[in-house]
């Protein structure tokens, strides 16, 4: 690996960062902060932009040839400069410990949704978080999400698109970054795809905040879009989406989840007047097929219980076939897309409920789309290769090819998803081993917490609910959960390839 080009190129992301922290600084003047924050704010950007600029010089490259070593370290250790960097305005405003912001940080660019900001939860020292959500300055929130922003379509896709010389070598950075087993691009350019794919993402999220405007004001509308285009679940509320306790607002922020969720490749053809297009891609189909089914199984495991719906906001619903359905939906869509906003206490409903949320939290979105999880499209390809492992025990000399919307899926990729699934799941069980020796962590805790982190979708259940968050954790397990993150977002496969002995000899 060359490693003066990664650096290099690792030093523009963070400026990059510092850029986006600095447009924090205006939104904190704007929405009546205090000077200091304002100041911090910007001081914090000028110190990140000024040590990337430094970096950046000081290892000045003359021409980049990106192979897939620089690829790969590239994409890990820009995110986790990105993470690292991004943690200071949390601590220097909110006076957090470095290791929370930096779960903060991670959870907001990983578009995780996992938290450690709820005043008043004793931690293990036996002192108390000094901020909660309510309590953080306005611009400081606004970071927050905007980390998730910019997380959900990629930090280096992004760069890929505003950032020229990235374009050199940049099919190795795309590859590395966009999700799902296979990484489609628009045009032979990857810098011109990125700026289309940044363009819907654009182009949704303003969508999106026009259509809350008229129940919430446009700092929250636009912060609560963040947290949906991108599938993160950072909230303005302590209590998520159900604190504002309104279906119009639930029926947009699920409408626009499930989109985020999908192909953003199908959405830009579909604004190109092909609709038809999601309907001829398999993996929506399947996609819409496993939202409406999970729906329909949570509705009627809460009708059949009868238990009242206890709302993040602390009221408690009966369970008619409305509220049923309506709650239902929002949480079957926002765990299936790894978005992580809550309106209800669903780690309190039936079991049937729980275990099927916790199913849908392996399952993720779309290859393509912002959401985490393992991808729909990996199950099917997985299910395709059992029924035709199975058929081939029984007639030897049939063909035994996996097709995917109509065309023949390469050995070489069905290897790789199969390789995928074992990695997950190994990685997945190691972790909730590890979680559960932490003090304070209960079988259901360690496990919901490493698939909710691995997963990136943030709440899980009992004791990091909808209505907990991870502030009462060890700080070694909100670092290994933070690592989850890491490796749940890049798909495994990039992070793991840097740390083989292997990746550094020459």
């Avoid at 990337?52 to 990106?66: D, P, Q, R, T, W």
Wanted: charged share 10%.
């Amino acid at each position: 690996m060359n490693t003066r080009q990664v650096v290099n190129v690792v030093a523009a992301l963070v400026v990059v960062i510092g850029l986006a922290i600095l447009s924090s600084a205006p939104v904190a003047y704007l929405m009546g902060d205090s000077p200091d924050v304002v100041w911090e704010l910007a001081l914090c950007a000028v110190m990140t932009m000024a040590g990337g600029v430094a970096v950046f010089i000081a290892s000045k490259v003359e021409k980049y040839a990106l192979g897939p070593r620089e690829g790969f370290g590239i994409v890990t250790f820009g995110w986790l400069a990105a993470a690292a960097v991004g943690a200071i305005p949390f601590v220097v405003i909110a006076d957090m410990q470095y290791y929370d912001a930096f779960f903060e940080t991670m959870s907001g660019f990983t578009t995780t949704g996992a938290s450690v900001l709820d005043k008043g939860l004793p931690l293990l020292n036996g002192k108390s978080l000094s901020r909660g959500i309510a309590d953080l300055p306005k611009g400081l929130l606004f970071w927050r999400s905007l980390t998730h922003w910019l997380g959900g379509m990629g930090i280096v896709v992004l760069s890929l698109a505003i950032i020229p010389f990235l374009g050199i070598g940049g099919q190795q950075l795309y590859n590395a970054e966009v999700p799902g087993p296979t990484s489609d691009q628009l045009t032979p350019r990857i810098a011109n795809s990125a700026k289309i794919l940044w363009g819907v993402y654009i182009l949704l999220s303003i969508a999106e905040t026009l259509l809350l405007l008229p129940s919430m004001n446009l700092f929250d509308a636009w912060c609560h879009t963040c947290g949906t285009m991108a599938t993160g679940g950072f909230s303005t509320l302590q209590a998520s989406v159900g604190g504002y306790d309104n279906l119009y607002v639930d029926t947009i922020i699920t409408i626009f989840m499930f989109l985020a969720g999908g192909n953003f490749i199908l959405h830009f053809r579909a604004l190109r007047g092909k609709p038809l297009a999601y309907f001829n891609d398999e993996e929506f189909v399947w996609y819409l097929g496993i939202t409406l089914a999970a729906i329909a199984g949570v509705v009627f495991s809460l009708t059949l219980a009868g238990r009242p719906i206890h709302t993040t906001s602390g009221a408690e619903i009966a369970p008619t076939l409305f509220h049923s359905i309506r709650y239902a939906s929002f949480q079957v869509v926002s765990i299936l897309t790894t978005t992580g906003f809550c309106t209800a206490d669903f780690a309190i409903w039936p079991a049937f409920a729980c275990l099927s949320l916790l199913i849908l939290m392996f399952i993720g979105g779309c290859g393509g789309s912002t959401g985490g999880g393992m991808k729909v499209s990996r199950f099917i390809l997985a299910l395709k290769y059992g029924v035709a492992r199975v058929r081939r025990t029984l007639f030897p000399n049939e063909l035994s090819n996996v097709h995917l919307n109509s065309r023949r899926v390469d050995p070489d990729t069905l290897h790789k998803v199969m390789g995928f699934f074992f990695l997950f799941v190994s990685i997945f069980v190691l972790f909730a081993l590890i979680m559960s020796l932490f003090p304070g962590v209960d079988f259901t805790t360690a496990v919901s917490s490493s698939i909710a982190c691995l997963g990136n979708i943030g709440p899980g259940l009992a004791k990091v609910g909808a209505t907990c968050t991870y502030a009462w954790l060890h700080p070694a397990a909100k670092i290994l959960l933070s690592i989850a993150m890491l490796l749940g977002r890049l798909e495994i496969y990039t992070v793991i390839v840097v740390l083989l002995p292997t990746f550094w000899r020459k």
